[in-house]
């Protein structure tokens, strides 16, 4: 009877005892808390890879800027294939149905994304308790850098845009961000640029880095964006005088945009992609090759030479723009796939000529998947070629209208920057001081007309096209459908503005 | 009641009359003829009594005559009789059919059918038995009203949604299922012959469980052996096969090329079939995909007890090819149970219980872009199977996603294979007189290792699906967790009037796990002899990679008290309150607390009517609670650097690639509970000697502070998007089941049982005006179809109406039309908002996943030796979007398009084919059709030999049993009853696995 008594009473304070405290139910995740970070450089270093990372997702701008301009048709398989793609080809694009998956919104995301992600470095760097290490402007400057090219983006695409500084957006500030005036936006665009041209090198370790010369090219580029041509010019000229690039050859260029020649003297900045992991259409963002070289290519094609794999048959190539190439020039075929010759010159290639919708028989040579990657799983999306998102051929061009449109113009410097691009393209001798038959000569209006049509033929395919001719006040007149100034700016999506409590006006036109 | 206040009497009458004693003997046998060991034999108001041995035979000495013998046993009716001589007696029993003082489990305790005042409803072991599932939810289908069961698949092993009384969340809508106490999540790994019953907490009952207790509770309990049982042993098995329920009408070869053709004339294109003479039928690829696979089932189980304890073990063994792709698909599945039960003392007592599961699944790509059945239904029948070298048929020309599905079956290598230890342990106790303490312990140990090995593989130009470079993943996950139970009951009844029960109890459970998977890439030759990670000459730990943290930990705590009180048994109360705590919650929001209750009151009692002859009870119920859901992601309350940000530096490879930090999903720190008030009002009637039982329900549950996941603006960026609580959803409903048994006469015996459910399902309020929640994909890179959306029901289809189609161009030119220009032949969609575009503001409501109502039916009757048993279940009122094609100009079409519109008048629903540019394919209500459907699920037939005076067995049955025998739906599909069971995004058919139809042949044996 003592027994029992003395195991009734352990199993009373069994199920009293057991009852553990509330602590039992507080428990921190193994998985690093986002509010205690940036304690050693590595952290800094982790969280710049990150920001880094959203370069990627910018290959769908590209592909979306070039199909918006009048340089291609979006393609795709039919006539109902990423109708939001097909609307903005076709101008009729609204604030509807660009929201979620294959639309504006999810770029416009993905850009915030990014922004948050340099914005969280620049809130801890500036804390008063902030750890200093050796390298640390150079992470600022990189993560500025990134800023600004990401801001660039959105104020290209949108205008005015909810921006914050040195701070995250986090759940619950979206009904406070105001839409900020494109002025700031671009204000502070050039302060990041200043900064990361002062604090970085020409030269770094590794590639796929931010460089000096990629933040000057930049900068040179969102000044003309502006108007702001003698700073532009000033800013590029440094960069052509001090910076280590050049042009390729002529006996060079075939090899630009293979992938052997991946971060070549040419490039000031490029956007690094790779096939090593694999991915999936379930999260765009997290892939780490380019979608839109499989997407860009030709269906059904297989390809002889082993040079190129099949696509999807987006952005597909007018015949109006492979017009615009001169005779002699040699881009045209490296930069366009007219696939009927290519498979009379490589017999036994095939390509499915009936499939796709609106096709050309054109294709964009310079963003298409090439063979002999690892194709990991989905192989449409593993593609590891990169995009040379700013070209030294680019920067020269840029010069020559920026030298061409200050105030005080310059041609004969616009001229020489124009006739390094074209003596490369039609291979007469950079250095000749004698005149080539294809330099440029004219100047004043001229001279800027030139300018422009180079800068379509020099880069093509790279999505530059439709903000050039936005920027220069000629989209309305090259580009089918489009309404001036309406068509200037893409709209918000209308989910965006609901979500954020309403209180944006939308873009003039949408 | 009446009978025993008779027999009372009687008793008295002749107690007072005679004063002799007898020796008694006798046996005790069931309806069958079979003899019932374990019987207790008592003089009823003595301590004299006996139980009966394994032939059913008893003894008892010295009784007197006069005085009332009690013969009672588990699963039958107790009987009495009054001993008049000493003469031999042959005792029958009968099964216990839903009597009310049956005893149903209701959580922490349990209660007679008459004194329940919640919606509680039960599943029997004979229900399962008959059924023979080899998933135990398939046991649940149609049988209890208000419980719906969406198959998520027919491959065999694959899984089920269940969902009480309505879905009432976008989110997990899973009720909380415990077996024996202990939480399971994963249904495949129980053997459905273990279990003994399973009760459905529909209502604020399952208020005891508190925090977990909103989408409803399943408590299974299992068997085990009883006291003073003889050894038995039984053997139950069946072997069958099993077969499609349905082939799709597909174009054959020379439909399809005469179609194909005029498709291609009408785009402007050179058709490609210039003779079509030679075609002839072509190859039916559904009759190559689909085989006929056998299924067997094994149980044997062991089951005894001596004077203080009880034990059992039951073993079974289930193997399932698959229809499609036969052992590609194959399930298997081993259980062993042992149970265990002591009573130290009569008043301290010990159960305990240990499972070990086995299984081993493969599976197929289905119900998606590219999988077997859609590849199957795509593929042109111009094609063959294999070549003239045997290889197998590349298909050209037929867009990305569309594959040889023999090939496909034959590349495809993969299995999930479960191990799962789990098991209980527990003491009660039971001290001055009226309290009983009690300690429960419920663990889980499952270790999931998963395999697949993607071979190099072409299947034509730029198939999505080729592979070139190979690859092997090797998975292992551990998960393990424990439930704690410790309470203490006071129960006590005061001057016979006053039933006082009261439960003080706490609840701790805690589940952990960790996760590891290793990629390795090159495996030697192409081989599956080689395909191991180990022997890859590329290997990646995904997880170590990453830097990311491979494990979880989920922790409640919960206080609870429930009181229960009767006054004489009429007046009927209970009430709960429970506090809980989740690690899932914020400091802010960690504890919450839950009160429900529930009255009841027995009007057949009252003495107006307890001399009526017609009804036998009538009993009218009533519930309200606030129960919880914590169904979310763990610590969703605060921002964790387990985001995704991977760059390449100085080149593109392997050692090139550097793994960022950056913020994982969107953290919301003042996420709280969902709470759902629900309201319930029943009534019992039982009736014409309780040979018509009908249990109806009206209920309606309003689920506040839902758990949504909604749209974010993009400013957020990509982080998944935080849970926050904001909306509310609304299931208003009634639920009516009627049973009607009877025994015509010992050699005839009859019951049916129907149920039926009406749901009201709506979203009242969606995180703000004017927003909704989207999901759920249709065709290619169109728009989302699927909607959460205030005013409408969960999951609604969004998409155009069509208003027959365009017979000529006079037609097109006075009518609003979309993006891309019609042509004749192609639909007329309405101009809801009358602005004379078609855009995506004239999308409307096409219908919407939820049945409207379910119903089912059972069968049963018993003649002589032989049984038959039948039954069906039915759903009305729900869409189902025909999403399996492909759209691509060469694959094949389902036969309808033989009445296409080929010109003026030719057609008003099915449009024209054509390659060249058309919104047809864009999602309207020609995709949408009504899924309901009745279905015969099982038919059994029954003999069970007559037992011999010399015979081994105590029993010997054999059985034929059919499953799934016949559906009459007027869906085109495979598979009205199939889905993915998504709150938003359900009911889009992608090709489903269908549901096998089984024959089988079966055996139950005891000794």
Known sequence: ?510 | MRHILLNVLAFFFIAYTSAQNVNLSGTVQDEGGMPIPGVNVIVKNTTKGSVTDFDGNFTISDVEIGSTLTFSYVGYVTYEVVIANGNDMAIVLQEDVAQLDEVVVIGYGTQTKKEITGAVSVVSNETIEKLKPTRIEQALQGQVAGVNITANSGSPGAGSTISIRGVSTNGDSRPLILVDGNVVEDLSVINPADIESMNILKDATAGIYGVRAANGVILITTKTGRKEMPLTIEYNGYMGFQQTTRKMPVLNATEYALIINEAYAAGGSTPPFSDVTNLGAGTDWQDEIFQTAPIQNHNISLRGGKEKSSYSYSGSFLTQDGIVGGKKSNFTRFTNQLTYNLDFFENFKFKSGVTLTRTNSKGLPENALGSVLFNALNIPPTLSVTDENGDYTLAEGVGAEVINPAAQISNTYNRNKIMKLYGFAGISYNFLKNFTAEANYQWNYSEVSSYSFSPIVFYGVGKVFNIDRNSVFEGFNIFRDYTFDGFVKYENTFNDEHKLNVLLATSVFKTTGVFAGRIGRDIRDNSLAFATVDEAREQENIYEELGRNPTFDARTLSYFTRVQYDYKGKYLFSAVVRRDGSTRFGPENKFGYFPSGSIGWVASDEDFLIDNNFFDLIKVRASYGILGNDRIGDYRFVSLLNGEGTYFFGGNNREDEYFGTASGPIANPEIKWEKQKTIDIGLDLRFWDNKIDITTDYFKKRTEDLLVSPAITGLLGTGAPPFVNAGVVENEGIEFAIGYSDNFSDNFKFSVKYNVTAIKNEVVEVSGDGEYLEGGGFGISQPAISRMEAGYPLGYFVGYKTDGIFQNQSEIDNAAVGEVAPQPGDFRFVDQNGDGVIDLDDRVNLGNPLPAATMGMNISFDYKNWDFAAYAFASLGNEIVRNYERNQQLVNKPNFYLNRWTGEGTSNTDPRVSIGPSANTVFSDFYVEDGSFVRLQNAQLGYTFSNKADSKFQKFRVYISGQNLFTLTEYSGYDPTAGTGAPIGGGIDQGFYPSAATYLLGVNLKF
């Open chain 1, 1 to 510: 009877m003592k027994n029992l008594k003395q195991i009734y009473i352990v199993f009373i304070a069994l199920v009293l005892i057991t009852a553990c405290s509330d602590d039992f139910v507080y428990v921190d995740s193994e998985d690093k808390n986002s509010e205690d970070y940036f304690n050693s450089e590595q952290d800094y270093q982790d969280a710049l890879v990150a920001a880094y990372d959203y370069l990627q997702t910018t290959s769908r701008f590209v592909q979306w800027a070039e199909v918006a301009s009048d340089n291609t048709l979006a393609g795709g398989e039919s006539a109902t294939d990423t109708p939001a793609l097909q609307q903005i080809d076709d101008m009729i694009h609204s604030e509807v149905g660009q929201f979620g998956g294959g639309t504006l919104g999810q770029m416009w995301q993905w850009m915030y994304e990014a922004i948050n992600r340099c914005n969280y470095i620049m809130e801890f760097q500036g804390k008063e308790d902030a750890i200093d290490f050796p390298n640390k402007t150079s992470v600022i400057a990189q993560t500025r850098f990134l800023r600004a090219y990401y801001n660039f983006i959105l104020v290209k695409w949108w205008g005015d845009v909810p921006m914050i500084e040195d701070k995250r957006i986090r759940f619950g500030d979206q009904f406070e961000i105001d839409r900020t005036p494109k002025a700031e936006v671009y204000d502070l665009i050039e302060r990041d640029l200043i900064f990361a041209a002062a604090n970085l090198p020409y030269v770094q370790n590794e590639t796929g880095r931010v460089t000096k010369g990629a933040a000057q090219a930049l900068l040179g580029k969102v000044y003309l964006y502006q108007d702001k041509f003698t700073e532009s010019a000033s800013v590029l000229e440094d960069l052509i005088n001090n910076g280590p690039h050049r042009l390729l050859t002529t006996a060079e260029y075939p090899n630009m945009f293979e992938r052997d020649w991946e971060n070549n003297i040419e490039s000031v900045f490029e956007v690094q992609y790779s096939d090593v992991d694999g991915g999936s259409y379930d999260c765009f963002q997290c892939l780490e090759g380019n979608y839109a070289a499989f997407f860009n290519g030709p269906r059904g094609f297989v390809d002889s030479s082993g040079l190129f794999d099949a696509g999807y048959s987006f952005n597909v190539p007018v015949q109006e723009v492979v017009d615009a190439f001169e005779e002699g020039d040699i881009r045209l075929e490296y930069s366009i796939l007219d696939i009927k010759k290519w498979i009379e010159d490589h017999p036994g290639s095939t390509y499915d000529e009936t499939a796709g919708y609106e096709q050309t028989g054109y294709f964009n040579r310079k963003i298409m998947a090439r063979k002999g990657d690892l194709n990991n799983p989905d192989a449409a999306l593993t593609n590891p070629d990169n995009y040379r998102a700013i070209r030294y051929a680019d920067v020269l061009l840029m010069a020559a209208e920026a030298n061409r449109k200050k105030p005080t113009p310059d041609d004969i410097k616009a001229q020489y920057y124009l006739n390094q691009v074209r003596r490369r393209a039609f291979g007469e001798p950079l250095d000749a001081t004698a005149p080539q038959i294809h330099d440029i000569t004219s100047t004043g209006e001229n001279l800027y007309n030139a300018i422009l049509k180079e800068r379509r033929v020099e880069l093509v395919g790279e999505g530059h096209r439709f903000f050039d001719l936005v920027r220069t006040g000629r989209a309305a007149q090259e580009i089918d459908g489009f309404q001036s100034p309406k068509n200037e700016l893409f709209p918000i999506p209308i989910e965006e503005i609901l979500l954020t409590g309403n209180r944006w006006e939308q873009n003039p036109g949408y």
